[in-house]
């Protein structure tokens, strides 16, 4: 049974920081690319971040590159999305996700951490 637990989500002031992790079990972690999402209350769920299997390559939305960095223990099934410069618009339930490295689509997600920014 695959399981993904988001952790480290909170209320925070706008520039502070959180780290958020998601630990992995029940699947070949280092063969999955994994994935941070979010949503915010009464829009669609949005793509933040990924990282490649071993970490060699990450993506980042547009409007989170600069503050957040992806990235991944494959020793310890983890990872990590750590938050700087955080403003208010970062506010959403953030999720992480993982999926095979040829497909294209998320196969598991996490049950979601709350990430509040108050201004």
């Known amino acids: 049974q695959v399981q993904l637990v988001e952790s480290g989500g909170g209320l925070v002031q706008a520039g502070g920081s959180l780290r958020l992790s998601c630990a992995a079990s029940g699947l070949p972690f280092s063969s999955y690319v994994m994935g941070w999402f979010r949503q915010a209350p009464g829009k669609e769920r949005k793509f933040v971040a990924a990282i490649t299997l071993r970490g060699e390559s990450t993506y980042d939305a547009d409007s989170v590159k600069g503050r957040f960095t992806i990235t991944r223990d494959n020793a310890k099934n983890v990872v990590y999305l750590q938050m700087n410069s955080l403003k208010p618009e970062d506010t959403a339930v953030y999720y992480c996700?993982?999926?095979?490295?040829?497909?294209?689509?998320?196969?598991?997600w996490g049950q979601g951490t709350q990430v509040t920014v108050s201004s």
């Open positions: 996700a993982a999926r095979p490295m040829m497909r294209a689509d998320y196969l598991y």
